[in-house]
């Protein structure tokens, strides 16, 4: 199928291809004719959003495209959302119900008068008694929202008004400019004032509740910040006073350098008590030597017994001094030196006169002796007595480590409690800054400014009344178009001589057009026999064979379907046999004799009525050997095959077997099993394809330009398509 094949598809609808897009033409012009004129205004927003100076932004930040187009997204959504559209719908009403008459700059009058209408007259004398717009929004508000009585509701919930929710949202477009951070609102209505102040409410309304919005955002994380930092701060404030508290109870400054100070004073204090021992054991040792050299006459003695009572005294005086300076005693340490330095004096009196008794017997002079035995027993006495001081002085020190031992772990655990709350303390409030610079970041960005005003529209816009009525007459035009090559398209029936050898898989011997019209026109008279003449042609090489050299042969004309024979076709089939063979004679069915007693005359033909015993027959001359002649051109015509069986032997003897089609049948698998049972019956004989009812459009492929008149303009238009230039 070409381009020219479609144009003549279009063609033989020419009817519908101007009556339907006229139609739909006219429809629209009688539907727009007491269309209103549309006004249109516009306002625009600065934003701030990818370019504006935000708190936690930076010089080197890198924009976010992503979270720029996401904002826009939620702005233009907030923009058009049903709570912003009801609320300038509401504010709208509100202001209209207050007028009591109609004004040009708020309200036109065949405005005003639908207003009236619209709305009940219980609803407009209330709002005229509240007198101010606020009150009367109130009003309206409680009205839409309750359920019992929703009188606001059909007014904003229906279309036709313009304080219908629904009318005002597809006439409002939100749009960004290109890449800036601007907003371009724009509405449109039939009446200019009522344009102007819907755009200047819903801009108000809009910013208030899109910084309220943004506002929410945080608010509920800065509420809860606040409460975990006051619960927290308790927690912490509580730690430390059981902190304070324990050190006030036990007494405790500074716990960790009070325990240092206790522990170095014990070590130190254990390296004394070690001295004075081993200062005490020797002077025990050299005190018994010198003991064992002393003479023991009574001289000695007497003078022995006043040293050691002297010495005695001396010791008792000196551990008296060693207390009195442990304990700081000022008056008492004078008084134990001084008695300490008398004792002292005559402890080295009674030892002088002890030594110039005698000498020991190594002839060491005694006073020698008595003074090294008189020096070990004080340094003895001295050691024993700070033995004494010290081992008290130790005792005390472990009294206060076993007091600070436990103290310890109870400590560290409060002041790890102390350091938790602390730190859950600074986190908590480093969450609450962070939360209010994210408070205060987005009350600065929520700041939508309205740049460019909204106007006033003096000029209504260009009418798109003519627009709308050509394009409802080309899109009737490309609808009917559609149908008829979408029909074309799926049309799965034969249609072509093409078609018919690719569906059917035989060859074509010949074809016959369909015809409309009872009178036929000149061309198609002459197409007609010009078909049947190249159908005969194809014939006759099959079956003049035969009657060259038996005098006769045998036509078998099959079929699958009932109706495929038309008077017309048969009568112009059997002019050109005979034209040719002289003698034709016709064997047909009874279902078919209808058409063919119309088109043959009576003694050319003979009517049998199919049966079963006819499968027997051995040659067609067997279906009535008295009224078949023996001799010339037979055509067999057999019943619906789909219904009936084919004689195999007749079939066999047939010089050619003609399959008659129908062009504007499908080719069913029924019809494909047919022909090859037919083919496997008779494989010797020539199987072709006869194609009837043909449209005149789909026979230019096989015969050429059909022989027609045509228009000038349509021989060249041809001519351009075909690429015939000349």
């Given at each position: 199928?070409?381009?020219?094949?479609?144009?003549?598809?279009?063609?033989?609808h020419?009817?519908?291809?101007?009556?339907?897009?006229?139609?739909?033409?006219?429809?629209?012009?009688?539907?727009?004719?007491?269309?209103?004129?549309?006004?249109?205004?516009?306002?625009?927003?600065?934003?701030?959003?990818?370019?504006?100076?935000?708190?936690?932004?930076?010089?080197?930040?890198?924009l976010?495209?992503?979270?720029?187009?996401?904002?826009?997204?939620?702005l233009?959504?907030?923009?058009?959302?049903?709570e912003?559209?009801?609320?300038v719908?509401?504010?709208?009403?509100?202001?209209?119900?207050?007028?009591k008459?109609?004004?040009?700059?708020?309200?036109?009058?065949?405005?005003?008068?639908?207003?009236?209408k619209?709305?009940?007259?219980?609803?407009?004398?209330?709002?005229?008694?509240?007198?101010?717009?606020?009150a009367?929004?109130?009003?309206?508000n409680?009205?839409?929202?309750?359920?019992?009585?929703?009188?606001?509701?059909?007014i904003?919930?229906?279309?036709?008004?313009?304080?219908?929710?629904?009318?005002l949202?597809?006439?409002?477009?939100?749009?960004?400019?290109?890449?800036s951070?601007?907003?371009?609102?724009?509405y449109?209505?039939?009446?200019?004032?009522?344009?102007l102040?819907?755009?200047?409410?819903?801009?108000a309304?809009?910013?208030?509740n899109?910084?309220?919005?943004?506002?929410?955002?945080?608010?509920?994380?800065?509420?809860y910040?606040?409460g975990?930092?006051?619960?927290?701060?308790?927690?912490?404030?509580?730690s430390?006073?059981?902190?304070?508290?324990?050190?006030?109870?036990?007494?405790?400054?500074?716990?960790?350098?009070?325990?240092?100070?206790?522990?170095q004073?014990?070590?130190?204090?254990?390296k004394?008590?070690?001295?004075?021992?081993?200062?005490?054991?020797?002077?025990?040792?050299?005190?018994?030597?010198?003991?064992?050299?002393?003479?023991?006459?009574?001289?000695q003695?007497?003078?022995?017994?006043?040293?050691?009572n002297?010495?005695?005294?001396?010791?008792?005086?000196?551990?008296?001094?060693?207390?009195?300076?442990?304990?700081?005693?000022?008056e008492?340490?004078?008084q134990y030196?001084?008695r300490?330095?008398?004792?002292?004096?005559?402890?080295?009196?009674?030892?002088?006169?002890?030594?110039?008794?005698?000498?020991?017997?190594?002839?060491?002079?005694?006073?020698?002796?008595?003074?090294?035995?008189?020096?070990?027993?004080?340094?003895?006495?001295?050691?024993t007595?700070?033995?004494?001081?010290?081992?008290?002085q130790?005792?005390n020190?472990?009294?206060?480590?076993?007091?600070?031992?436990?103290?310890?772990?109870?400590?560290?655990?409060?002041?790890?409690?102390?350091?938790?709350?602390?730190?859950?303390?600074?986190?908590?409030l480093?969450?609450?800054?962070?939360?209010?610079?994210?408070?205060?970041?987005?009350?600065?960005?929520?700041?939508i400014?309205?740049?460019?005003?909204p106007f006033?529209?003096l000029?209504?816009?260009?009418?798109?009344?003519?627009l709308?009525?050509?394009?409802?007459?080309?899109?009737?035009?490309?609808?009917?178009?559609s149908?008829?090559?979408?029909r074309?398209l799926?049309?799965?029936?034969?249609?072509t001589?093409?078609?018919?050898?690719?569906?059917?898989?035989?060859?074509?011997?010949?074809?016959s057009?369909?015809?409309?019209?009872?009178?036929?026109?000149?061309?198609?008279?002459?197409?007609?026999?010009?078909?049947?003449?190249?159908?005969?042609?194809?014939?006759?090489p099959?079956?003049?064979?035969?009657i060259?050299?038996?005098?006769?042969?045998?036509?078998?004309?099959?079929?699958?379907?009932?109706?495929?024979?038309?008077?017309?076709?048969?009568?112009?089939?059997?002019?050109?046999?005979?034209?040719v063979?002289?003698?034709?004679?016709?064997?047909?069915?009874?279902?078919?004799s209808?058409i063919?007693?119309?088109?043959?005359?009576?003694?050319?033909?003979y009517?049998?009525?199919?049966?079963?015993?006819q499968?027997?027959?051995?040659?067609v001359?067997?279906?009535?050997?008295?009224?078949?002649?023996?001799?010339?051109?037979?055509?067999?015509?057999s019943?619906?095959?789909?219904?009936?069986?084919?004689?195999?032997?007749?079939?066999?003897?047939?010089?050619?077997?003609?399959?008659v089609f129908?062009?504007?049948?499908?080719n069913?698998?029924a019809?494909?099993?047919?022909?090859?049972?037919?083919?496997?019956?008779?494989?010797?004989?020539?199987?072709?394809?006869?194609?009837?009812?043909?449209?005149?459009a789909?026979?230019d492929?096989?015969?050429?330009?059909?022989?027609?008149?045509?228009?000038?303009?349509?021989?060249?238009?041809?001519?351009?398509?075909?690429?015939?230039?000349?």
């Open positions: 199928m070409n381009l020219i094949h479609y144009i003549k598809l279009l063609l033989r020419k009817t519908w291809l101007i009556s339907v897009p006229l139609i739909c033409a006219l429809t629209v012009f009688f539907l727009t004719k007491k269309s209103k004129k549309q006004y249109t205004s516009s306002t625009t927003l600065y934003t701030g959003v990818a370019s504006g100076y935000s708190i936690t932004s930076t010089e080197d930040e890198r976010d495209y992503f979270a720029v187009n996401n904002a826009f997204d939620n233009m959504a907030s923009a058009k959302s049903r912003t559209i009801q609320a719908s509401l504010h709208l009403l509100a202001e209209h119900l207050l007028l008459k109609s004004d040009f700059h708020v309200l036109g009058t065949v405005d005003f008068n639908k207003l009236k619209l709305v009940s007259p219980d609803v407009i004398n209330k709002a005229q008694k509240l007198g101010n717009e606020p009367v929004y109130s009003y309206l409680a009205l839409y929202t309750d359920k019992t009585n929703n009188t606001i509701a059909y904003l919930d229906n279309p036709g008004s313009f304080y219908s929710i629904d009318d949202k597809s006439n409002l477009a939100v749009t960004r400019l290109n890449a951070d601007i907003l371009q609102v724009v449109t209505c039939t009446d200019p004032a009522v344009c102040r819907t755009l200047e409410l819903h801009s309304i809009f910013t208030e899109y910084k309220r919005l943004k506002a929410d955002q945080t608010y509920s994380a800065v509420q910040f606040e975990k930092l006051a619960e927290v701060k308790a927690k912490l404030q509580k430390e006073d059981d902190l304070k508290l324990f050190g006030q109870k036990n007494r405790v400054i500074n716990y960790y350098e009070q325990t240092r100070y206790i522990a004073s014990k070590e130190q204090l254990e004394e008590i070690y001295a004075e021992k081993v200062t005490q054991k020797g002077s025990q040792q050299a005190l018994g030597a010198v003991e064992k050299k002393l003479n023991s006459r009574n001289q003695i007497d003078n022995s017994l006043n040293v050691i002297t010495r005695q005294r001396l010791s008792q005086a000196k551990s008296n001094l060693e207390r009195a300076k442990l304990y700081g005693d000022n008492k340490i004078a030196s001084s300490v330095q008398v004792l002292e004096d005559s402890l080295k009196t009674a030892s002088d006169d002890y030594l110039k008794l005698n000498y020991t017997l190594e002839t060491v002079p005694r006073s020698n002796l008595i003074q090294e035995w008189v020096d070990n027993a004080v340094t003895g006495q001295k050691a007595a700070g033995l004494d001081v010290l081992d008290k130790r005792q020190y472990l009294n206060q480590i076993d007091e600070f031992a436990p103290l310890g772990s109870t400590l560290k655990r409060l002041e790890r409690q102390v350091d938790i709350n602390e730190k859950e303390f600074l986190s908590i480093h969450g609450l800054n962070l939360a209010r610079l994210r408070q205060s970041n987005i009350a600065l960005n929520s700041n400014v309205v740049q460019d005003k006033f529209p000029r209504a816009q260009p009418s798109t009344r003519g709308l009525i050509i394009v409802s007459f080309v899109l009737g035009f490309v609808s009917v178009v149908v008829v090559v979408g074309e799926m049309d799965s029936s034969v249609r001589a093409e078609r018919a050898e690719k569906s059917i898989g035989l060859p074509l011997a010949g074809m057009i369909a015809y409309r019209n009872e009178i036929l026109l000149p061309y198609q008279t002459q197409l007609m026999h010009l078909l049947a003449e190249r159908l005969t042609s194809a014939i006759l099959f079956v003049s064979a035969g060259e050299s038996e005098g006769k042969a045998t036509l078998a004309l099959i079929a699958t379907r009932q109706e495929v024979y038309n008077p017309v076709d048969v009568q112009l089939l059997h002019q050109s046999l005979r034209a063979f002289k003698k034709v004679f016709w064997v047909v069915p009874v279902g078919y209808h063919f007693l119309a088109a043959i005359p009576p003694e050319s033909i009517i049998y009525t199919p049966a079963l015993e499968l027997n027959y051995k040659d001359r067997n279906f009535s050997e008295d009224s078949i002649p023996q001799d010339g051109l037979v055509v067999y015509v019943p619906n095959l789909s219904l009936n069986s084919l004689p195999v032997a007749v079939a066999k003897g047939a010089e050619m077997m003609l399959y129908n062009a504007k049948d499908t069913q698998q019809d494909r099993q047919v022909i090859t049972k037919t083919q496997n019956a008779a494989p010797g004989v020539p199987l072709y394809t006869w194609l009837v009812n043909v449209d005149e789909n026979i492929n096989t015969i050429g330009e059909i022989p027609k008149k045509r228009s000038w303009l349509r021989r060249k238009i041809k001519k351009m398509i075909t690429l015939n230039l000349r």
